[in-house]
């Protein structure tokens, strides 16, 4: 179930209702070693798009994707 509140500066949406996925990690920011790592991989592929990117490109082996930058993932 859906409401919606409909105030003069905006909208409240609320979503009640059962969910059977996992909640996401408590962990939101990367650490400094994590946010250098994903420019160097960024710098390091100037052609590659960002779903390249996360899923790895062919250029890249699978641990230089920036999933797998961090542990949020």
Excluded at 9 to 21: E, L
Excluded at 32 to 42: A, Y
Excluded at 50 to 73: K, Y
Aim: net charge negative; proline share 4%.
């Amino acid at each position: 179930m859906s409401v919606l509140y409909s105030f003069k500066d905006g909208i409240y949406y609320i979503h009640k209702g059962v969910h059977n996925h996992p909640k996401q990690t408590h962990v939101l920011h990367l650490t400094h070693d994590e946010w250098t790592r994903f420019e160097q991989i960024v710098f390091e592929n100037p052609a590659t798009g960002p779903a390249a990117l996360i899923a790895g490109h062919h250029s890249l082996t699978a641990n230089q994707a920036v999933e797998c930058v961090s542990q949020c993932a």
